[in-house]
């Protein structure tokens, strides 16, 4: 029989791997889904006739699980240029004539 020497294991699970109880819990919670999917629309059917503000509450959040939502992002830094002309041009609704120009702009120096 091998003498233990430290690091040396040994026998036990590998890792990783699971035990009797939590793999009978994995398999049991997987076969109450699999049996509420089969009904699932017709579920949310009657929830749609119930309450349309559920109806759509519940289908916002079960998209969660199936489109990414999008990240934010920050983008910092300096400019090291300023603004000098901003040109806004206002075009009535029906005609081509442009009003004049108006520069914003500030004086040059």
């Not at 699999?34 to 309450?51: A, C, H, P, T, V």
């Amino acid at each position: 029989m091998p003498k233990f020497e430290v690091g040396n294991k040994l026998g036990g699970r590998k890792p990783g791997s699971l035990n009797r109880s939590t793999e009978q819990a994995k398999l049991t919670i997987a076969r109450l889904a699999n049996r509420g999917l089969d009904n699932i629309l017709e579920d949310f059917d009657k929830i749609r006739q119930e309450s349309p503000v559920e109806a759509a509450k519940l289908y916002l959040r079960l998209l969660e699980y199936i489109v990414p939502k999008k990240s934010s992002m920050e983008i910092s830094g300096e400019l090291n240029h300023r603004v000098h002309q901003v040109t806004i041009q206002i075009n009535n609704a029906g005609s081509d004539k442009h009003t004049n120009d108006t520069d914003f702009s500030e004086p040059t120096r």
